[in-house]
């Protein structure tokens, strides 16, 4: 879920001036503050252009996506009802002026949005519903009035992106959302805003931004990893490096894309130097992942990082994560009295809105402890060290049924990242034909795994028939996303 709210923080600006929406230097710079999470600096800039230029109605857009940012990154209530306390009192500022220019409407549709997304983050389902159909309307008739507007396509993109992931069992759940979309449609639109953007000068600031939600889309609906990286090693090179070096933020972005790929050391090389100082808002999710990526490395220091986060986020997502990861760490350094410790902490603080702390409470529920050569294998695998894993499997000895399905998984996982398909395929079919039945997840990912080789080798009636496998089946851990992964590969194998 953190991922999907990140989306709505990069939907910008643009520097054209228009009516009483004036993108100014201060302006630009307060933007290049808040997306560097000086806020303070940012209000401050704020206030004096109020001060100078009491028609221009920008300053209210920046000061909604400063409050809404603390709301994503710090998760903290106080935050959430100023947010909400501030929306109609601004939405009236953004609507009192000319309605004849591209903003107008837009301004309001970004209100809306980030809103409503703030709201799911807080568990306030129906009123976020209400806020996200509300954008959606304004950035529709926005489009048919200002069809040449290019954050037209930014926001309705990323909208009909996600709407195109729920899975049909929870359409239900989405009834309420007035609009259709998929996948292609969203990815086609954030991709040609991208290149829209990238040949104006007068726009060139955006392509952070935009490259952000172009890398988000198509890394975990489109699944095609190698365009994100791409999107990744882009942001790294000039001009857009310049951000980077300042911008948590986009440090995230990178780093969220490398952890997924296997790219383990370079997600230790950005989190390890990312930008820190007194007058940037925290961004402590960061420490959680710095704390993933050591202990992905078998690191024997993974437990600060962790520790830095459980000490000072004052949030509830990833908190019984954080304490599954540390209960990890001190069993593979055989500290029974510390794994103990910690298992016991996930019952006590945190919450089950995320797929990583729903797991963790399961874990911590079984109270068994995990086959510490499985569990190296795991890590290893995820940071993408898959010789170092396989050897860390080689004369296991299954003992248990979900001990010997894990094993077949975990060989299927490594080989298929390894880019061994024929032996992917192998181990993935035969964990499926072990586990179907099972309550576990490895048979549900080892199909959607399948299906998204199968699409890849445009063999798209077998990549169907496994992405559907994926909606038949009954499992608790990573139910949401797995299946939601398989939507999204049901929506682009659909009539190819």
């Not at 209210?60 to 709301?71: A, G, M, Q, S, T």
């Not at 309307?137 to 993109?157: A, D, I």
């Not at 449609?185 to 953007?197: H, P, R, W």
Request: overall charge positive; proline content about 3%; hydrophobic content about 40%.
């Amino acid at each position: 879920m953190k991922q999907l709210v990140f989306l709505f923080v990069f939907i910008a600006f643009s520097g054209i001036v228009k009516a009483s929406f004036t993108f100014n230097e201060n302006c630009k710079e307060a933007y290049t503050d808040m997306i560097c999470l000086r806020f303070t600096a940012a209000r401050l800039r704020m206030q004096t252009e109020k001060k100078i230029n009491p028609e221009n109605q920008v300053p209210f857009i920046i000061e909604n996506y400063v409050d809404f940012l603390k709301v994503i990154i710090g998760e903290e209530e106080r935050d959430f009802i100023h947010l909400k306390d501030q929306k109609d009192a601004r939405l009236q500022k953004l609507a009192g002026d000319t309605k004849n220019s591209p903003w107008y409407l837009y301004s309001q549709s970004l209100v809306y949005l980030q809103c409503g997304m703030a709201r799911i983050k807080f568990g306030e389902y129906v009123n976020a519903s209400l806020d996200i159909n509300r954008a959606y309307r304004l950035l529709t008739e926005n489009q048919r009035k200002y069809s040449g507007f290019v954050l037209n396509k930014v926001g309705l993109g990323v909208l009909h992106a996600l709407i195109g992931t729920v899975p049909d069992k929870y359409r239900w759940a989405t009834r309420s959302l007035s609009f259709e979309g998929t996948v292609l449609e969203g990815n086609a639109e954030l991709k040609d805003a991208y290149m829209q953007i990238a040949a104006d000068p007068q726009l060139s600031f955006m392509l952070p931004e935009t490259a952000f939600l172009l890398a988000f889309v198509t890394m975990n609906l489109s699944a095609d990893m190698p365009a994100a990286i791409q999107l990744a090693e882009k942001i790294q090179a000039p001009p857009l490096s310049a951000v980077l070096s300042e911008s948590p933020l986009m440090v995230y972005a990178c780093a969220n894309i490398y952890a997924r790929a296997g790219e383990n050391d370079k997600v230790l090389s950005l989190l390890s130097g990312y930008p820190t100082s007194v007058d940037r808002y925290p961004f402590y999710y960061l420490s959680y992942m710095l704390g993933v990526a050591k202990l992905n490395r078998l690191d024997t220091d993974a437990n600060y990082p962790f520790l830095n986060f459980l000490g000072n986020f004052k949030g509830k997502n990833y908190i019984r994560s954080a304490y599954m990861h540390l209960a990890w760490y001190y069993l593979l350094q055989n500290d029974s009295q510390q794994y103990s410790t910690y298992l016991g902490r996930i019952r006590i603080r945190g919450n089950n809105q995320v797929d990583n702390d729903r797991e963790a409470l399961i874990m911590a529920g079984k109270n068994t402890r995990p086959d510490i050569r499985l569990l190296k294998a795991r890590l290893l695998f995820d940071g993408g060290y898959y010789a170092r894993a396989l050897k860390e499997l080689e004369g296991f000895k299954a003992v248990n049924p979900k001990s010997e399905l894990e094993y077949s998984y975990r060989l299927g996982r490594i080989y298929h990242n390894w880019g061994k398909t024929d032996q992917a395929i192998s181990y993935y079919k035969e964990t499926i034909l072990k586990g179907d039945k099972l309550p576990y997840f490895y048979a549900a990912n080892a199909a959607l795994q399948l299906g998204l080789i199968y699409e890849s080798q445009k063999n798209y009636s077998q990549a169907r028939t496994y992405f559907s496998k994926v909606q038949d089946m009954d499992f608790e851990e990573y139910q949401f996303s797995i299946s939601n992964k398989a939507q999204a590969g049901l929506n682009r194998v659909k009539g190819k």
